[in-house]
């Protein structure tokens, strides 16, 4: 089922960073994640399934299309 998914998401059926998003993280409507180490798991995500990660902007507008917050910290960038 997994491939079937992830296949789907390189022909553009389904967005990548939905795909990652189920497979590797964890929901918690109270969490946050650095932007640097949220973009490090999905390039190794995606290098693992042999295809190239989108840039970090367009993963940063693809997280915020999805519902999730970019917030400046003084000493890092956040995912919410």
Same mark, same amino acid.
């Not at 296949?7 to 939905?18: F, M, N």
């Not at 189920?22 to 399934?49: I, L, W």
């Not at 190239?52 to 960038?77: I, Q, T, W």
């Given at each position: 089922?997994?491939?079937?998914?992830?296949?789907?998401a390189l022909h553009g059926r389904e967005d990548t960073v939905g795909a990652?998003? $189920?497979? #590797?993280? !964890?929901?918690?409507?109270?969490?946050?994640?650095?932007?640097? %180490?949220?973009?490090? /798991?999905?390039? @190794?995500?995606?290098?693992?399934?042999?295809?190239?990660?989108?840039? $970090?902007? #367009?993963? !940063?507008?693809?997280?915020?299309?999805?519902?999730?917050?970019? %917030?400046?910290?003084? /000493?890092?960038? @956040?995912?919410?």
């Amino acid at each position: 089922e997994r491939c079937i998914e992830f296949r789907d998401a390189l022909h553009g059926r389904e967005d990548t960073v939905g795909a990652w998003i $189920r497979s #590797e993280c !964890k929901r918690d409507p109270d969490g946050e994640v650095q932007a640097r %180490r949220a973009y490090e /798991s999905y390039s @190794v995500f995606m290098k693992a399934e042999r295809a190239d990660p989108l840039n $970090r902007a #367009e993963f !940063k507008a693809a997280l915020v299309s999805k519902g999730f917050r970019h %917030r400046k910290r003084n /000493s890092s960038n @956040v995912y919410e």
